[in-house]
Structure formats: structure tokens, C-alpha cells
């Protein structure tokens, strides 16, 4: 199905919607003609914020509620030809220092949301957003959908249960799902005011303020989705039914070191300043090291494969949060 035509006129449902993903999302689809609705819980730590949708604010709907309460989403669930399934607790510090509320949003809720579709809409198709941290500690790189599963935090094993469910509900019940395992996406909109999202969030947000970022160890070796790539994957994934049932890593289009992205961000902001830290023991118990995606999978099924440069990701934010900082922080 052409990926320009198949939304216009279809009700699309977009969970955590007021995110930096989903919004970024509901904007890419209000202009292919979809009727889109965005939910979101608007809790403080998730991301959620109003200013991300400004300027489509007249073309969506918004629903404030929680994606935990069954009731809300049995009646959003109905009549809606796509799902994105955005919603979840990021903040892997935060799985283990609440690990019940993490288990609640990124493993109970999506099972209640996939219970929500079979009972009401089994002809809905999923995209559901998964993360790379599933993995833990690569044994070799890049990564590949292959690689042993094993999580070195809470978030990672409730995301995990989060992805098998949407896999059992698609060859049970025939609900068409796909996982798509992102891995550092970055852009305008992110969160930036601390790293529950991603740390690249806080080193743009001091840069932008004239201030020094820090950059623990500085060795590791990381790769980056900008925004604009991602959501090609996820409209990929919602209109090729060669992408049921299946998986997909993210990456992004260069490999690079921590320090090397500092020095990056400096080149690209026209100055900065940053200092070089000892990795903090509470991060350091569940960082998993070098980590970089092999996505030849989505490459060879769906034709995905990032187009923008880092560089110009990284500039093209930066510039974003001079001007909106403010309703960032």
C-alpha cells in the first residue's frame, strides 16, 4: 500500500501522543489526511507536553488519560483502522527505583490495551515502540533481532513482556502487530530537561543555555535515529503486511564514541564546552557498554534505512530548542 494514500481518512489512534515520538508522528499524519487522535497521561516524568503539538493543535484530537485505565482505552480502541503504540515509562533509573509502576505502564497496560483490541477492534494494526536496552550487554556487534535477549534492568523486562504480548496477540487472535526496537532517537521535541529519555537531551539543553555538559566515560560507542527517520519506519511498518508479526531493530547512520558526539554537538552549535566524568556507580550497574544496531532486517523487508546525517539532526535540534527552550524546561 502506498505510504502517502493509506492513511488519508483513517482513524488513527496515537498512544503517548504528546511525547516526542508520538507527536512528532501525529504531525507526519495529519498532513498524509488522517484523522488522528493522540492520548496521553500528561504525568510530569513521561515526556508528555502540550507545546509539542502547537502547531497541529486544530487537526488533532487529545485525549488526557492514562493508557492503565481499561475503561478509557476499550472506548478509544473502537473504530480506529491503526494503533500507534508509543506509551510507556523510558527512564531506566526510574524502572528500579519504582519498578511496580514501570511493570504497570510498559507490561499490565499493554496487555489491557491488547485485550481492548480483541474485544472490540480485531482488524486495528499495531506498531508497537520497543526499546534496544532489551538486549543488555551486547556479546557482538552490531546487533542484530538475533542477539540473546537479556535485559540488565526492570524497563527492560517489562518492555520485553510488552513486545511478546503484541507478538502472542497477532498469531492468537490475528491482530496484526510489529515491534520496532528504537534505539537513541533524537530530535526537536525530545525531552531535554533531564535524561529520562535520553542523555543527548541534557547536553543540548546546557549547550543552549551556555553552560558545560557532562560526558561520562566518553569510550562508548553509540548510534542515533533522528526523528524524521524513525517515523518513516513506523508508517513503513503500519502499511506493509510483510511487517506483521515481526521485529525490527532501529540504528542510525554512522557509529560513533560519546566523546566524539560532544565534540560533534560543540562543532555543529558553534562553540560549547564539556568535561569528561568517571560513569556514576548507580548508571553504571545497568549501562550496557558499546552498543550499535545491525538493521539489515527492516532494510531488506520493508526498504527502511536512516537518511539523515547525524550532523544534520544534531543541528536541526539544536536550532529547535533555541528558539522553544523555554517551554521545555
Known amino acids: 500500500m502506498d505510504n502517502n494514500t493509506a492513511f488519508s481518512g483513517s482513524n488513527v489512534l496515537i498512544t503517548g501522543g504528546l511525547g516526542f515520538i508520538g507527536s512528532s508522528l501525529a504531525r507526519r499524519l495529519v498532513k498524509l489526511g488522517a484523522r488522528v487522535t493522540l492520548v496521553d497521561s500528561l504525568i510530569p516524568e513521561y515526556g508528555g507536553n502540550l507545546f509539542n503539538i502547537d502547531d497541529v493543535k486544530d487537526s488533532v484530537q487529545v485525549n488526557i488519560t492514562d493508557v492503565r485505565d481499561p475503561h478509557?482505552?476499550?472506548?478509544?480502541?473502537?473504530?480506529q483502522d491503526y494503533l500507534f503504540n508509543l506509551a510507556g515509562q523510558t527512564s531506566h533509573i526510574?524502572?528500579?527505583?519504582?519498578?511496580?509502576?514501570d511493570l504497570?505502564?510498559?507490561?499490565?497496560?499493554q496487555l489491557s490495551i491488547l485485550e481492548a483490541c480483541r474485544l472490540h477492534n480485531l482488524n486495528i494494526k499495531i506498531v508497537f515502540a520497543s526499546t534496544r536496552q532489551l538486549y543488555g550487554k551486547p556479546e557482538y556487534l552490531p546487533v542484530d533481532e538475533n542477539h540473546t535477549i537479556k535485559p540488565v534492568d526492570v524497563n527492560g523486562i517489562n518492555k520485553l513482556s510488552g513486545e511478546w504480548y503484541h507478538l502472542l496477540y497477532n498469531s492468537v487472535y490475528g491482530i496484526r502487530t510489529t515491534v520496532l526496537r528504537l534505539t537513541n532517537t533524537i530530535g526537536p521535541r525530545m525531552r531535554v530537561k533531564d535524561a529520562r529519555q535520553t542523555f543527548v537531551g541534557v547536553w543540548i539543553r546546557l549547550l543552549t543555555e551556555g553552560k558545560p555538559f557532562e560526558v561520562w566515560g566518553g569510550e562508548q560507542l553509540r548510534d542515533f535515529t533522528y526523528a524524521d527517520d524513525a517515523i518513516d519506519a513506523f508508517i513503513m511498518a503500519a502499511v506493509d503486511n510483510k511487517a506483521d508479526g515481526r521485529v525490527f531493530n532501529l540504528g542510525g547512520d554512522r557509529v560513533i564514541s560519546l566523546k566524539d558526539l560532544a565534540d560533534l554537538l560543540v562543532k555543529v552549535n558553534g562553540g560549547g564546552d564539556y568535561v569528561i566524568q568517571t560513569f556514576p556507580e548507580d548508571r553504571k550497574r545497568i549501562d550496557i557498554g558499546d552498543f550499535y544496531a545491525d538493521y539489515s532486517l527492516i532494510r531488506s523487508v520493508l526498504g527502511w534505512q536512516p537518511k539523515v546525517p547525524l550532523d544534520k539532526g544534531l543541528a536541526e535540534t539544536i536550532e529547535y530548542y533555541r528558539k522553544n527552550l523555554k517551554h521545555y524546561i
Open 94 to 101: 526510574d524502572s528500579m527505583n519504582d519498578p511496580f509502576t
Open 104 to 109: 504497570n505502564i510498559n507490561s499490565a497496560a
Open 72 to 79: 478509557a482505552m476499550s472506548y478509544l480502541i473502537k473504530g
